[in-house]
């Protein structure tokens, strides 16, 4: 492990990362230094309620918590902050990275990293909220890998507490090259400290990075993060933990996220269909037998026998 200290995100994922997840995570490894949560959006001229459920969920008490918005322009962004404020929170993180067209052909997420004129009036939206705290994620472009050139002199007005780059461009989505040139030339020009979050898989991708970038501030996972729950604890207990240590605390983690699931929705179906894609993240741990069971459970009893076959 590298003497520096590093901050360790857990990345927003939609579906997957919400509230339980959250507290159970933190729960069973020790909480990361903030928990980004999946964006909140503007949904047919509202602020979706399902979003203001998640960061105003009791369950948000034993983490830090790190809301995230998603907006086209200044109106949604400030109306998104206004609705994390009036939820009790004084952090906000804006999303400059979603790859999806649902969202870029909207303008937002990824589509806004060259559009200056919104970009600007965002910055003008933060520098009159000094009681907030903002960051924003992003990637290079939406298709090319220049599109930061031409507002990184906005974003470097922004008050933030950090800047995070996933750095590929959002045509890729996940996967593809990562373009660390890229990265390491955004590094050098932002004016704000730098998050790293990209294809961290284990505690040594963890050292390589920051071995790489000694001036980062934080290193972000998220699909690492889901399929090696134990990578940020790994990290920082300085070892890494052998097999039968990592599935106990998988079990753990999930069992406690089945058992809110299971008290607060409503039949098998809705029930399983939450809690199973996070077992696809986690064939690599528990083996393809057990990983193809879950996948065809049909019934919380076949689930349940499943889980219980691991190991």
């Known amino acids: 492990m590298t003497d520096k200290k590093l901050n360790i995100y857990v990345a927003p994922m939609q579906g997957l990362t919400d509230a339980p997840f959250r507290h159970f995570h933190a729960d069973v490894y020790g909480a990361a230094d903030g928990y980004f949560t999946p964006f909140l959006r503007i949904d047919h001229g509202e602020v979706r ?3 203001l459920r998640d960061i105003s969920s009791p369950l948000n008490a034993n983490h830090r918590l790190v809301p995230q918005v998603i907006a ?6 400030e109306r998104l902050v206004d609705a994390v404020t ?23 997420g990824a589509a806004l990293i060259a559009n200056r004129a ?3 009036d965002i910055a003008a939206a933060m ?7 903002f960051s924003v994620k992003m990637r290079p472009g939406l298709s090319s890998p220049d599109e930061w050139k031409q507002t990184i002199d906005i974003i470097n007005t922004m008050p933030l507490s950090r800047l995070t780059i996933h750095p590929r461009i959002a045509t890729q989505q996940y996967g593809g090259p990562l373009l660390m040139e890229v990265f390491a030339a955004m590094t050098a020009a932002s004016s704000h400290p730098v ?24 290193i972000m996972a998220g699909r690492g993060l889901l399929a090696r729950p134990s990578l940020f604890a790994e990290w920082q ?16 983690l999930h069992a406690g996220v089945y058992r809110h699931y299971a008290g607060t929705l409503c039949g098998d179906t809705q029930i399983l269909s939450k809690i199973k894609p ?14 193809k069971a879950i996948r065809k459970a049909g019934s919380l009893a076949k689930y349940e026998a499943a889980v219980a076959s691991i190991g």
């Open 195 to 218: 998050v790293y979050n990209g294809d961290i898989a284990t505690p040594a991708d963890i050292d390589r990075i920051a071995s790489a970038y000694p001036t980062i501030e934080g």
């Open 237 to 252: 207990s300085g070892r890494e933990w052998d097999a039968d240590e990592r599935l106990e605390h998988i079990l753990r």
């Open 49 to 51: 309620r399902r979003d």
């Open 118 to 120: 919104a970009l600007a």
């Open 86 to 108: 009036e939820a009790g929170h004084r952090e906000a993180d804006l999303n400059l990275g979603c790859p999806f067209p649902l969202q870029t052909r909207r303008g937002r």
């Open 72 to 77: 086209r322009d200044r109106q949604e962004f």
């Open 127 to 133: 520098t009159a909220r000094p009681d907030i705290k």
């Open 278 to 291: 996070f077992w696809e993240y986690l064939e690599g741990e528990i083996g393809h037998k057990p990983a």
